[in-house]
């Protein structure tokens, strides 16, 4: 199974949620990508999936052209403020899903705060994305459907 996760800078949600899905079963093939792609991981982001042994350190942040010839069986985005728009796919997908978390990266404020809102959104990706795991893949891939 095939798994695409969209954000605008592939730095940071779209990372976190994409170290999840590959914890949860190595065979998946999980990519992230960005249409404003970044170039570089958020440091808290790495540092913050650090803290619950998952090491992100290795991705890449990409440009969603990278996979505009493939196939997928999903291609969800992750943006959610209201200011930000969401990227579009126009490659080949099977089944497009939106899941917007808060952009951690715009947090203002004392570093305690900012790190609490990397945390949070953290494990609000984490929890989101077990059930997009337990609900949508894994059932699938055990009857080998």
Same mark, same amino acid.
């Given at each position: 199974m095939k798994?695409l996760i969209?954000? $605008?800078?592939?730095s940071?949600?779209? @990372?976190? &949620?994409?170290?999840?899905?590959?914890s /949860?079963? +190595?065979?998946?093939t #999980?990519r !992230? *990508?960005g249409?404003? *792609? +970044?170039?570089?991981?958020?440091?808290k *982001? #790495? &540092? #913050?999936?650090?803290?619950?042994?998952?090491?992100i !350190?290795?991705h890449? +942040?990409?440009?969603v052209d990278l996979y505009?010839?493939?196939e997928?069986? /999903?291609?969800i $985005?992750?943006c959610?403020g209201?200011?930000?728009?969401c =990227?579009?796919?126009?490659g080949?997908v099977?089944?497009?899903?939106?899941i917007?978390?808060?952009d =951690? +990266?715009? *947090?203002?404020g004392?570093d305690?705060f900012i790190?609490?809102e990397f945390?949070?959104?953290?494990n609000e990706?984490?929890? $989101?994305?077990? !059930?997009? /795991?337990?609900? @949508?893949?894994?059932g699938?891939?055990?009857?080998?459907c």
């Amino acid at each position: 199974m095939k798994i695409l996760i969209l954000c $605008t800078g592939n730095s940071c949600r779209s @990372q976190m &949620a994409e170290g999840f899905l590959q914890s /949860y079963d +190595s065979n998946l093939t #999980v990519r !992230s *990508a960005g249409t404003e *792609a +970044s170039g570089t991981l958020n440091e808290k *982001a #790495v &540092a #913050v999936m650090k803290e619950v042994g998952i090491d992100i !350190s290795h991705h890449t +942040s990409d440009s969603v052209d990278l996979y505009l010839d493939q196939e997928w069986d /999903y291609v969800i $985005t992750v943006c959610g403020g209201a200011n930000e728009s969401c =990227p579009t796919f126009t490659g080949s997908v099977k089944n497009r899903w939106h899941i917007g978390f808060d952009d =951690p +990266s715009h *947090a203002t404020g004392t570093d305690e705060f900012i790190w609490s809102e990397f945390r949070r959104v953290r494990n609000e990706i984490r929890i $989101t994305f077990e !059930s997009f /795991y337990n609900s @949508q893949v894994k059932g699938i891939r055990q009857c080998g459907c």
